[in-house]
């Protein structure tokens, strides 16, 4: 069973970049359907995607957030990580990794991690 | 981007009730559609992908229907684990959810 973990610091300044890492285990970060999600929610909201990253690097980001996002993998340590530059106080919410996997019937979003809440604050 | 619009924002009901939720897309997205129950604290849970096919392990009492532009999801038979919040999600990039159903308690 493929399992998620978010880490990274909880509070962050303004202006700031929040860094956060998803450690996968239970399956490979290198499997040929699976592409590794960044997902955010705020309060009272649906989730928001933020992007993915395949193994090879390949990546796909959210229009609204391409400009401030990076996502890399690091296959021998089987993790990815995600990088969101210049934050303000819209950023703070909760941060969720996933996993995409692509088939004949579409995207399908089984595994998060728990997620973890990020908050932009001095 | 593709705006997923939820109704009803809330919807209560009793135990053994059968709810529909409806979810519209702004454009046409074909069957690319899924639903996901949350939890308060939880990531959410993959119920249904391609607008019909139930995930493994969900209870059959969830059902989704449509394509194009109009989406339901049914539960039958209300159980005290379905009370919680419902959420459509589009995959085309980028990928867009609704802002959420939540069903309570009557």
């Known amino acids: 069973q493929v399992q998620l973990q978010e880490s990274g610091p909880g509070l962050v300044k303004p202006s700031q970049t929040l860094s956060l890492t998803c450690t996968v285990s239970?399956?490979?970060?290198?499997?040929?359907?699976?592409?590794w999600n960044w997902f955010r929610q705020f309060p009272g909201e649906g989730p928001e995607w933020i992007g993915y990253i395949y193994y090879n690097g390949n990546t796909d980001y959210s229009p609204s957030l391409k400009s401030r996002v990076s996502m890399s993998v690091d296959t021998s340590k089987s993790h990815f990580s995600l990088r969101l530059t210049s934050v303000t106080a819209a950023d703070t919410a909760v941060y969720y990794c996933?996993?995409?996997?692509?088939?004949?019937?579409?995207?399908?979003?089984?595994?998060w991690g728990q997620g973890t809440l990020v908050t932009v604050s001095s | 981007d593709i705006q997923m619009t939820q109704s009803p924002s809330t919807l209560s009901a009793s135990l053994g009730d059968t709810v529909t939720i409806t979810c519209r897309a702004s454009?046409?997205?074909?069957?690319?559609l899924a639903w996901y129950q949350q939890k308060p604290g939880k990531a959410p849970m993959l119920l249904i992908y391609?607008?019909?096919t139930l995930q493994s392990g969900v209870s059959s009492r969830f059902s989704g229907r449509g394509s194009g532009t109009e989406f339901t999801l049914t539960i039958s038979s209300l159980q005290p684990d379905d009370f919680a919040t419902y959420y459509c999600?589009?995959?085309?990039?980028?990928?867009?959810f609704g802002h959420g159903t939540r069903v309570d308690v009557k």
């Open positions: 996933a996993r995409a996997q692509w088939s004949t019937l579409g995207w399908i979003i089984q595994h």
């Open positions: 239970g399956g490979s970060i290198s499997n040929v359907d699976a592409y």
């Open positions: 391609k607008a019909s």
């Open positions: 454009q046409s997205i074909d069957s690319w």
């Open positions: 999600q589009q995959y085309h990039s980028p990928w867009t």
